[in-house]
């Protein structure tokens, strides 16, 4: 099934209002997410969405294509390891976007199964403005498996059945699979970077540290923003179930905190390029006392000639790596 394409058959309106809401639930109070006369925003004709404000979006195409191909697997139990986003062109208040998702690779490691999925999102002039690589770890159909779905069906809201499919009651996607090759989009220059210069930076430069509070109630909002209704999420019962001490921040959320985090530093949210993260440990959210997130980062590379910076980015929790030593940033510096 490698090359096969799940092409969504309806476009994404992006709404300035969404914007605003996703940018408050990953705490990404950069003006050009919130305010139009932002330079930023002006410039690119309305509000721009946080960087990974399409993850949402992309994550239910790519269960669209799972529910298609991966037969024989409990979609339920999926382990998200790595994640990758390319940065092409800023996503805008008004696009409409598509998402053309494939199965870019198949291997097995240590007797598991494992997928990475390429995700490529357009706008309505088919120029390429986003992509993505996830990499998923996914578990074998059971008894065992089917229980955890069942107590997974209980819980979740009515509509949101991709997450824990009913296999009595399978639905497949209304537009077809190709195998013909991608959607046909065009790569476009991306705008020229006007934030933070290459002459205020430096190999070796420390970032300053940012420290993050996440609540219950974050996890739950959050939830409801991006339409992951996981239960390991907010359910404790349901997170014992599958072996977890409690509820666990959605991957994709500390990504947009860590995100956040590089645009405050960089001032320009469009000059990201790459944001490549490889999740080493779950972050256990308590009851009462949250989790506390603290971020930092260090300049690894420098080229004057082109102005692009690569920063390696630490996160913690605990005590422990909530990132692992391969999460990297590639950002664009404007000249001068």
Not at 147 to 160: E, N
Request: glycine share 10%; charged share 20%; hydrophobic share 40%.
């Amino acid at each position: 099934m490698v090359g096969h394409h799940y092409i969504t058959e309806d476009h994404y309106v992006v709404g300035r209002e969404k914007i605003r809401e996703y940018a408050k639930a990953v705490q990404d109070y950069h003006p050009a997410h919130h305010d139009e006369s932002d330079e930023f925003a002006s410039g690119a004709g309305g509000l721009l969405a946080p960087l990974t404000f399409v993850s949402p979006m992309g994550m239910q195409a790519q269960l669209k294509l799972l529910e298609r191909i991966a037969a024989g697997y409990d979609l339920s139990r999926l382990i998200q390891t790595d994640q990758v986003l390319l940065f092409h062109r800023p996503i805008a208040a008004g696009d409409c976007l598509t998402c053309d998702v494939s199965l870019d690779s198949f291997h097995q490691v240590r007797g598991r199964d494992m997928m990475v999925l390429a995700n490529r999102v357009s706008n309505q002039r088919d120029e390429l403005v986003h992509t993505s690589l996830t990499t998923l770890f996914l578990g074998q159909q059971g008894e065992a498996a089917e229980r955890l779905s069942t107590a997974a069906r209980s819980l979740v809201a009515h509509d949101m059945s991709s997450i824990v499919p009913d296999r009595t009651n399978r639905r497949r996607p209304v537009a077809p699979l190709r195998t013909s090759g991608p959607k046909q989009v065009v790569a476009v220059e991306p705008p020229t970077p006007r934030g933070r210069r290459i002459g205020e930076v430096r190999v070796g430069d420390e970032l300053p540290s940012r420290t993050v509070r996440l609540s219950r109630g974050d996890l739950v909002n959050y939830a409801g923003v991006s339409g992951d209704g996981n239960p390991i999420h907010w359910s404790d019962d349901f997170a014992t179930l599958v072996g977890l001490e409690t509820v666990v921040a959605h991957g994709i959320l500390t990504m947009g905190l860590g995100a956040g985090y590089i645009t405050s530093w960089l001032r320009d949210p469009s000059a990201v390029q790459e944001y490549s993260v490889r999740f080493a440990s779950p972050v256990y959210v308590r009851p009462v006392l949250g989790a506390t997130i603290t971020f930092g980062g260090t300049v690894r590379a420098l080229d004057p000639d082109t102005g692009i910076a690569v920063i390696a980015m630490n996160a913690s929790c605990d005590g422990r790596r909530i990132f692992g030593h391969r999460t990297l940033v590639k950002v664009r510096l404007a000249q001068g």
